[in-house]
């Protein structure tokens, strides 16, 4: 470069500008039609596919979106039971975990990719040898499975291997359910109660609206007993009592914060007024011995309409006098046989084998032991190492893939043919809605393999379960099943069961000092989820804490021990210890705690490591639910732990905000909206003109806070993942957000309100907007122009209602978080809504591109618009149907009805900036022997 | 003392003024022009296709649908592009060996799509939809300009936002009845205003909403 002169260095500089200036014009975009066109396919147009996504073995039915060939929206299938046309989170997230760059992509062997021909050879060498000692050694270690084809196949691998062993891995295991059955009845049984007809439901600890495969159709259940409508209350009530803040204890119109003793006391009180003989004292104080029989007689009330539920956490014995009881109370619970095989035995029965040196070839698909495992039992290198040959198969390198000999990588459900059962007992048939993307194979595959046929095509082997004798599918049976998502008539029949036995309860023991309750991950299930952004950043629904979790205690633990939310501290359990940051929450019993469990991942993706403490650790085989003797101590360490609770709080009177009204005191006409009659400086907007003025009402009384909501919303119009360095600058995207308030005091119970953009007919937003970016359009809706937003941020800051979102990266747009700006995952984005750019102002737009979509197709028609043309993300994700939109020019839609009800109201009102979205108010049902003690 | 300014450093002063106020308005006007100008909007500029495909001779000439290769029109947002076979249904009886159709052929062979370049092109920010168009009488001349006349495609409007307002402020111009929309030769009546208007009502237009902005945008 010495040579270059001024001079010259001059003329490459202007040659470099006119270059520039001559050739800034869009690069060709080129066209690639079909060569031969598909049937059916329009492009452009998405075609919806019925098929089953799994959660902890069970299926929910879901249709699937596919734009172009690419899965882009999972929506709740009507015609299937256990979905009824509802999602949950974890159905909405499977889109991101398909695009997932950190799924495992080709099989390895010690950590280093090989191809399948390797792995398969390996296993028919050694299958070569089991054949001939008749599977001796052959041990398969699977998560729970209902799939009938995985369990056909495995009745089929018995009959060649009879030697070989099946064991079943579930974290989440009910493992004090099944026994307490066992202990109940005398064989093995399922409980599945039938919430819709409760309408009493009291809950030991049970958290039946929780996170689980049955949660869509528990709080759709729920729902239809708490629902408030003028003309057709229903008067379902909920009782919780229990030791750690629930999602069902903050819906229950009494909820009592016990521990976990008192809970077993208040059990056998229960027994005791249902006349059980042989129970020993309960014990219980007078007020509490006053609200056990309050509930016992609201229960004798409703004969044949009340229910119990256990949970995991109570020993057995307490599971076996809940069947007394609700036997006593002729209870709606279906019995059936276990709908998942229950296999040879658990984990803890492979580790014995291993130890013995009994386990010669171990296949493992599906769970994650190494991570899962109790911390009495380590499933470590030195463990494995006992088996001659290890396999792993999962969707991720996860800590047991990464200890095993081979790997070999699963295929996503979307991605492959399988079926399913619900958690009611229904089949359902998988379907791919892709091809694989990856050299990925299906457990399916897999146990053909075993099997001897490798190259079978998994929709054979599917298909072939459906063609055996009893589940019989003609060819016209068989594509009717697949277009519907069901397949009729399914469900095992329940088991008539002579009455339960009353189980031997041990004098109650002395209260325990201490005790750590741990707890489903409601965002994360078990930690399988863990990889997934969108979850990982979805606010838990009563902490609203992402990225990560934390000890759970109540204020005044907390005061005794000189603790704040936020401090760190060294929780000894099980004598192990880990770090872990504190939440003081109300609702927590004295001296118990909670942690969920799902994070703290050492392996298995990018996005996952190290987000959070695991908790897997402190538990034992014993008692895997409750840790007791639990001890903490403050540690100079700090953790970080980070919550959206207070990033977008309204100013307003709490009352006004989040009105709770009583089911017997409701006000017989709505209450005038409170609209001031205050002149405004805006504009008037006349929309009577107007063919549509599109509204939405949210029911706080039937709003669960479970985010179906929220991930639908984020999946529809591709709202970015920021990272928890940008969550902690208060920098949270979701354009829907469920506040949550605390009721009573400190008793737990917690209102939700999903809060959208309002759609004000006199914006805030609008006048402040410098360069009219934000402007109403003729139907009402309240518009967020991209393109001529220049970020002043003035619109955000002059809302009220806190629901603008500001780009201040590229969060979408270049600057993704991690590895969710890699090139595969631009195929998740909805193609219909624009991906914003950094510097930007962003919200809800009510589902525009829905909206078009209907109108245009209702005008293509030649007709109106009709109520449930137009449904939005989040109206179609929600289980207990808690949104209501339409058009309020059509006196007869959903909404306007809504609007009549008593309970109607309207955030805000008196800032009167007529918002579009309005409430219904959370109305509890408490019973009223007890509502004067204790009311909401 | 010595003058310091010679009698030309006044005309220098008031060049400079007229420039320091003149030359922003002038580079404004430039780029507006640049921006405005078919350089910039790809207006009439013919686009160098694989094949030398003429809508001049398949539609004019043989009179041949739109709908025959543009399927989709009526139904989705895309009017889609005809796969090869489309092409192969004439062209594997006729003109057979015919060199500039060679890329057809492979394309058949190979089962490898034909790369054909983008003529019309709007920003990813404008949803627009072909079949809504159709449905309320916008003719594909109006917007394609008279494809019948062009013996290769080009982009015959300037495809602006402001052009795309032009119509939705006033659509009642460019309406025609339903079974011209298709038609090559259509030339607005003596009565276009009048008829617009009646079309406008036995469509159920409402204009007033065609300018929302997220008619367009979302």
Request: charged letters at 20%; a negative charge; proline letters at 8%.
């Amino acid at each position: 470069m010495t040579d270059l002169s001024r001079r010259r260095a001059l003329k490459l500089l202007s040659a470099n500008i006119a270059l520039i200036a001559a050739g800034c014009g869009k690069p060709p975009q080129k066209v690639l039609p079909y060569v031969h066109m598909p049937e059916r396919t329009v492009a452009g147009v998405p075609l919806q596919f019925a098929s089953t996504l799994p959660l902890g073995g069970y299926g929910r039915g879901v249709l699937c979106s596919s734009y172009d060939g690419r899965p882009i929206k999972v929506s709740g299938n009507p015609l299937h039971p256990a979905s009824l046309g509802s999602t949950d989170l974890f159905a909405e997230a499977h889109v991101l975990s398909l695009y997932d760059p950190d799924r495992s992509q080709a099989s390895r062997r010690d950590g280093e990719i090989t191809a399948w021909e390797s792995v398969e050879g390996a296993l028919a060498d050694r299958l070569e040898v089991l054949r001939r000692n008749d599977g001796e050694g052959l041990r398969l270690l699977t998560g729970p499975l209902t799939s009938p084809t995985n369990l056909r196949q495995i009745t089929e691998l018995r009959g060649r291997y009879p030697k070989m062993k099946w064991f079943v891995h579930d974290p989440l295991a009910d493992v004090s359910a099944l026994s307490g059955a066992m202990l109940a009845f005398g064989v093995p049984v399922e409980a599945f109660p039938l919430v819709a007809e409760a309408d009493i439901l009291v809950t030991l600890g049970a958290d039946p609206l929780g996170p689980g495969p049955a949660q869509v159709l528990n709080s759709r259940g729920f729902a239809e007993r708490r629902r408030v409508r003028r003309g057709a209350a229903a008067a379902g009530r909920l009782y919780a009592l229990e030791a750690t803040p629930s999602q069902t204890g903050a819906k229950a119109d009494h909820r009592l914060t016990l521990t976990p003793n008192e809970i077993v006391a208040v059990a056998i009180a229960m027994a005791t007024a249902l006349a059980a003989p042989r129970l020993p004292d309960a014990n219980l104080s007078a007020a509490l011995a006053d609200v056990v029989a309050a509930i016992v007689g609201d229960m004798k009330a409703h004969p044949g309409r009340a229910i119990v539920l256990a949970c995991p956490s109570l020993p057995a014995e307490i599971h076996a006098l809940t069947h007394w009881i609700n036997h006593a109370l002729d209870a709606p619970i279906a019995l059936r046989s276990p709908l998942s095989g229950t296999g040879d035995g658990e984990l803890l029965d492979l580790v014995a084998e291993l130890r013995e040196n009994r386990v010669d070839t171990l296949l493992i698909s599906g769970c994650n032991p190494t991570y899962t495992a109790p911390g009495d039992i380590s499933f470590d290198r030195a463990l494995l190492g006992r088996a001659r040959l290890t396999v792993h198969h999962d969707q991720y390198v996860t800590e047991t893939g990464a200890l095993c000999q081979w790997h070999v990588p699963d295929s996503h459900p979307l991605e492959s043919w399988g079926d399913l059962r619900g958690v009611e007992g229904t089949a359902s048939i998988s379907q791919p809605l892709i091809d694989r993307l990856y050299g990925t194979r299906t457990l399916t595959s897999l146990l053909s393999g075993l099997l001897g046929q490798f190259d079978a095509e998994d929709y054979d082997i599917v298909r072939a379960t459906w063609q055996e004798r009893g589940n019989n599918l003609s060819d016209a049976d068989w594509r009717r099943a697949l277009h519907d998502g069901v397949v009729p008539n399914s469900a095992p029949e329940t088991l008539l069961l002579g009455p339960p036995k009353l189980p031997t309860i041990a004098p109650l023991k002395p209260p325990q000092a201490s005790t750590l309750l741990l707890r489903t991950d409601p965002t994360l299930y078990d930690g399988s989820f863990a990889n997934n952004a969108w979850l990982q950043e979805c606010p838990k629904p009563l902490t609203k804490e992402v990225w990560g979790n934390s000890l759970g205690m109540n204020v005044v633990d907390a005061q005794r021990s000189g603790l704040v939310s936020g401090d760190t501290v060294h929780l000894t359990a099980s004598g192990r210890g880990i770090l872990v940051p504190v939440r003081v929450q109300p609702g927590h019993a004295p001296g118990v705690m909670s942690l969920t469990l799902g994070n703290g991942r050492q392996r298995g993706g990018e996005i996952c490591v190290g987000v959070g403490v695991d908790a897997y650790g402190l538990r034992t085989v014993a008692s895997p639910w409750a840790v007791e003797g639990a001890s903490i101590a403050r540690s100079t360490k700090g953790l970080p732990s980070y919550a959206t609770q207070e990033q977008f709080v309204i100013d307003g009177d709490r009352d006004d905000i989040f009105p709770t009204l009583v089911l017997d005191r409701l006000p017989s006409e709505p209450p005038d909206a409170k609209t001031s009659s205050v002149a405004t400086l805006l504009p008037p907007h006349d929309y009577a003109s107007a063919d549509a003025r599109w509204a939405m009402t949210i029911d706080a009384g039937t709003c669960t806070g479970c985010n179906a909501c929220v991930l639908a919303c984020q999946v529809e119009n591709n709202v970015p993942v920021v990272g928890p360095a940008e969550i902690a600058r208060n920098r949270d995207m979701h354009w829907l957000r469920i506040d949550t308030y605390q009721l009573g005091d400190d008793d737990g119970r917690v209102g939700f309100q999903p809060v959208p953009c309002m759609h004000c007919e006199t914006a805030p937003c609008e006048p402040v907007c410098p360069v009219g970016a934000s402007i109403h359009d003729s139907e009402g809706l309240n518009v967020q122009v991209y393109n001529r937003c220049v970020g002043t941020r003035f619109c955000e800051a002059n809302c009220p209602y806190k629901v603008r979102r500001f780009n201040f990266f590229g969060y979408a747009d270049g600057q993704e978080y991690k590895n969710l700006g890699a090139e595969i995952m631009h195929a998740h984005n909805n193609p219909d809504v624009t991906v914003r750019a950094r510097g930007v102002m962003e919200k809800c737009t009510y589902c525009v591109q829905r909206i078009s979509e209907a109108r245009r197709q209702a005008e293509k028609e030649s007709r109106p618009l009709r109520d449930g043309d137009v449904t939005t993300a989040c109206q179609n994700a929600c289980p207990t149907q808690a949104i209501a939109f339409g058009n309020l020019q059509d006196k007869d839609a959903q909404v306007s009805r809504w609007r009549d009800q008593p309970q109607h109201f309207v955030l805000l009102s008196k800032l009167n900036t007529k918002p579009r979205t309005t409430y219904l108010a959370d109305v509890r049902n408490p019973n009223p022997q007890l509502a004067e003690a204790k009311g909401p | 003392m010595p003058q310091i300014f010679d009698p030309g450093a006044d005309t220098v002063v008031r060049s400079l003024f007229i420039a320091s106020v003149g030359g922003p308005v002038f580079f404004a006007v430039l780029a507006y022009a640049i921006v405005r100008s078919p350089y910039s909007t790809g207006q009439d500029v013919v686009v160098t296709q694989p094949v030398p495909f003429s809508h001049e001779h398949h539609v004019a000439q043989l009179g041949l649908d739109c709908r025959y290769c543009h399927t989709q029109v009526e139904k989705a947002a895309s009017a889609g592009y005809p796969p090869t076979e489309t092409c192969m249904t004439c062209h594997s009886q006729i003109w057979t060996n015919a060199a500039m159709l060679a890329p057809v052929r492979e394309s058949l062979a190979d089962n490898k799509p034909i790369a054909w370049q983008r003529v019309h092109r709007l920003p990813q920010y404008a949803y627009f939809d072909h079949s809504i168009h159709i449905a309320k009488g916008v003719g594909c001349t109006t917007c394609h300009g008279p494809v019948g006349d062009m013996p290769l495609m080009y982009q015959a409007a300037p495809l602006s936002m402001q052009w795309c307002l032009d119509c939705h402020r006033d659509p009642a111009k460019n309406l025609r009845p339903k079974d011209k929309v298709f038609a090559l030769d259509w030339r607005p009546p003596a009565d276009q205003i009048a008829e617009g208007h009646a079309l406008l009502t036995q469509y159920g237009i409402k204009p007033e909403h065609l300018t929302d902005c997220s008619v367009c945008h979302r």
